[in-house]
């Protein structure tokens, strides 16, 4: 590594065949003897930072010939891994699914006496007074004695 403080000589023609190779900032860092931050810093230069661009672009365009050769020989496997792992190919995973939901709901069937007030509300009326009801009056308590 160069001692701290002097200024690294990094070959711009190398570092445009190493980009053109997909290396890291580590491996390039490794190949000139100088720190990652140097790299990293340097990036922030314009000339530098499209030296690197146009490298890696190279590389992509290489990559994409490969692929294209190996697909006419007949190695997809290579051709789908590097196109995923350099040229931001991914899969398309579908998920269908057909769901269908039926419910069934059962009210029980209640009589207004046996539930007072579900039919709404109840309002009370006058009937007639007549012999019939004092009859059908009588006639209701008589079966209700015999029950018992």
């Known amino acids: 590594m ?21 290396a890291t900032d580590e491996e390039i860092a490794s190949w000139f003897n100088v720190s990652t931050r140097t ?9 530098f930072a499209e030296v690197m661009e146009r490298g890696r672009a190279k590389g992509r365009l290489s990559i994409r010939r490969m692929q294209i050769k190996l697909l ?12 995923k792992q350099y040229l931001g190919q991914t899969d398309q995973v579908e998920h269908r ?12 069937r209640a009589s207004p006496i046996a539930a007072p007030g579900f039919l709404g ?11 019939a009801n004092d009859m059908a009056l009588e006639c209701n308590t008589s079966n209700a004695a015999s029950e018992e």
């Open 97 to 108: 699914a057909d769901i269908s939901l039926s419910a069934f709901v059962v009210i029980p």
């Open 39 to 47: 790299i990293e810093r340097r990036r922030k230069v314009g000339k």
């Open 72 to 83: 006419e020989s007949g190695n997809a496997t290579m051709a789908v891994w590097l196109g």
């Open 121 to 131: 509300p109840v309002e009370p009326r006058q009937v007639p007074a007549s012999e």
């Open 2 to 22: 160069a001692q701290r403080g002097t200024t690294a000589r990094i070959d711009i023609g190398e570092l445009e065949k190493l980009c053109a190779m997909q």
